[in-house]
């Protein structure tokens, strides 16, 4: 099991290109009919807006066919950037009631190619791996954000101009992530941006200018990277479907106790979209969505920022033998053998799906199970080391932490004391203290330190939690061993 913090930063090419600001207008004749594409690196503070004095997005909703109750304004929250919250003087806004609805054609999505320039642009969407579908989404978005004359300028008039998700982040902010997992995720969007402009470039070097789906103009890394934040910053995917971009809905920020929810109706090709007040909804207070229960990794990776005491957030660990060996003789068990498990274990371990071919070896420490279940499973019946005691009981209970102690307290009590061990193991993989980070912080460092000290800071105390949470057990394991 290799502990996942660890150090790692972008290519240095790779963060220059995606920083450098790059707007490069091709032929003069087409300067009138489309839009600079001109992007820049992350913002200190609250982002900027494409437009400097954007159309009112909420009567353009409104002048469109779409409904937005008469209490909303889009407000700035000083955290959070623009909102939607409900005005003072209008009265709260009872459950049920209708928030915001826009008719099927104001979502913005890939649509089915109506032309030339659609159909390049499909075709540059299917070089996109599925994972990247903001990408996708966000090659719709550009496309429409080049034309001067575009349906939707009014919405993207209002977008940000900057995002602080880490692929604009300076290389000092990548490397005080310290926490591998997400340092990979971040080179693989690096390296797939710069790789993706070369294929852009390539593809577009051919096609008449009357077929070019960004009316001409130059994109590059740092306006892909735009548009790729762009959508995955904004882009709502209801029962997994096609991801679409909300015009105004998209303005409501996130909560993990939301006051509002997002309603689908119509048909997949012309989605009625419409947000709907979950709970009662004060004056003033601000309408918010659940973007999902996440780790602060997604947060972080996909929408530019960090959720504390989030009981969502996990460590990322990776079974293996070796490390796992290792933790548990730091527990005190005598003779491990998670590297060489007998043949009745292995055979438990690939019903966990950690062992053989194909095996999935990402576990987890933290979130609302504390201890992943298929590790939990794995340490029990590896240390138990006594099939007939093992044979009793099904996977289910064996990856329960709720299950007391299923295999005995002795089994339990070293199990959880490897998860201590690989605890602190993970802890040491990062270069800074707890009390380091809070100083940092205390002292207001720039928007993107702040939000990768703050990352990590979050990892630490999760796994500070999850080594009291279970040295209490352990305790009480002790205490009811003394009381039989
Ligand atoms: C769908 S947009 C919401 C509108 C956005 N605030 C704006 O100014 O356009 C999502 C973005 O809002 C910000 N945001 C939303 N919820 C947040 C929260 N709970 N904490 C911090 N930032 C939040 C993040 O920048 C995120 O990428």
């Not at 109706?265 to 947000?275: F, K, Q, T």
Request: net charge negative; proline share 7%; charged share 20%.
């Amino acid at each position: 099991m290799a502990a996942a913090a660890a150090a790692g930063a972008t290519p240095a090419t790779a963060r220059k290109a995606l920083l450098t600001t790059t707007a490069t207008l091709l032929s003069s004749s087409l300067a009138r009919s489309r839009r600079s594409l001109s992007c820049s690196a992350a913002a200190a503070s609250a982002a900027p807006r494409i437009a400097p004095q954007p159309p009112d997005l909420l009567r353009w909703v409104q002048r469109e066919g779409g409904f937005v109750h008469p209490a909303l304004r889009v407000v700035d929250h000083p955290e959070h950037g623009l909102g939607v919250s409900a005005a003072a003087a209008e009265g709260d806004i009872p459950p049920g009631d209708v928030l915001i609805a826009l008719p099927g054609r104001l979502p913005l999505r890939l649509r089915r190619p109506a032309g030339a320039a659609d159909a390049v642009l499909v075709q540059l969407a299917d070089q996109v791996p599925e994972e990247l579908w903001a990408m996708r989404l966000g090659l719709r978005l550009l496309q429409e954000r080049a034309k001067s004359d575009s349906f939707w300028w009014p919405y993207i008039a209002n977008l940000p101009e900057t995002f602080t998700v880490p692929i604009f982040f300076p290389g000092e902010d990548i490397k005080n992530l310290q926490y591998a997992p997400l340092l990979h995720q971040v080179n693989k969007r690096c390296r797939f941006l710069l790789e993706f402009e070369k294929e852009v470039k390539h593809k577009l070097g051919t096609v008449p200018l009357e077929d070019h789906p960004f009316c001409g103009q130059d994109v590059n890394s740092s306006s892909l990277g735009w548009a790729m934040s762009a959508a995955s910053t904004r882009a709502f995917r209801l029962h997994g479907e096609i991801p679409m971009l909300l015009p105004l809905i998209d303005m409501c920020n996130h909560s993990f106790n939301p006051n509002a929810r997002i309603v689908q109706e119509g048909n997949v090709d012309s989605p009625d979209m419409s947000v709907v007040a979950e709970t009662k909804i004060d004056q003033n207070a601000a309408v918010t969505l659940n973007y999902g229960c996440y780790p602060n990794d997604f947060f972080l990776l996909d929408y530019g920022f960090v959720i504390t005491s989030n009981s969502y957030d996990q460590v990322e660990l990776s079974y293996d033998g070796t490390l796992l060996d290792a933790a548990s003789m730091a527990a005190g068990v005598s003779s491990p053998n998670f590297s060489a498990p007998a043949k009745w274990q292995q055979d438990i371990l690939s019903q966990l799906n950690l062992y053989g071919e194909g095996a999935i070896l990402k576990v987890s420490i933290g979130g609302p199970e504390i201890v992943d279940g298929r590790l939990l499973a794995a340490l029990r019946v590896i240390i138990a080391a006594d099939p007939d005691a093992v044979s009793g009981h099904d996977l289910k209970t064996l990856m329960s932490l709720k299950e007391k102690a299923p295999l005995g307290p002795a089994v339990e009590a070293s199990a959880l004391r490897t998860v201590l061990a690989l605890c602190t193991f993970a802890l040491q993989h990062f270069h800074t203290k707890i009390m380091e980070d809070e100083a940092i912080l205390k002292r207001e460092p720039p928007l993107t330190t702040e939000l990768a000290v703050q990352f990590r800071l979050q990892k630490k105390l999760l796994l500070l939690d999850v080594i009291q949470n279970l040295s209490r057990r352990i305790k009480m394991l002790a205490l009811d061993k003394s009381t039989v």
